[in-house]
């Protein structure tokens, strides 16, 4: 059975660092597609970066600007997301999506960013 299960949000201020995880069970995170996204409120969910199942090459939508980093971590089988230099406007429930037809989605999890 798929799960996904997200951690690592919380409050950060202006400028600060978070580091999300997406456990996952059910499948193998080494040879899947996966991506991040995200959704403000009042706003559509939106895409944040996504990582191949064979290349590992992550790539990223234009607001992210360098700020942020997938990967996967293949010895606890889970989907990190690392984000710097965070701004208000990052704000958002964060969702780690298992790219498959349907797609699978964790619970999400939420990040501030405020003084």
């Known amino acids: 059975q798929v799960q996904l299960v997200e951690s690592g949000g919380g409050l950060v201020q202006p400028g600060g660092s978070l580091r999300l995880s997406c456990a996952a069970s059910?499948?193998?995170?080494?040879?899947?597609?996966m991506s991040w996204y995200r959704q403000a409120p009042g706003k559509e969910r939106e895409l944040v970066g996504s990582i191949s199942g064979s290349s590992y090459v992550p790539n990223y939508a234009q607001f992210v600007e360098g700020r942020f980093t997938i990967s996967k971590d293949i010895a606890r089988n889970s989907l990190t997301l690392q984000m710097n230099t965070l701004k208000p406007e990052d704000t958002a429930v964060y969702y780690c999506?298992?790219?498959?037809?349907?797609?699978?989605w964790g619970q999400g999890t939420q990040v501030t960013v405020s003084s």
């Open positions: 999506r298992l790219d498959t037809l349907p797609p699978r």
């Open positions: 059910g499948f193998s995170v080494s040879v899947s597609a």
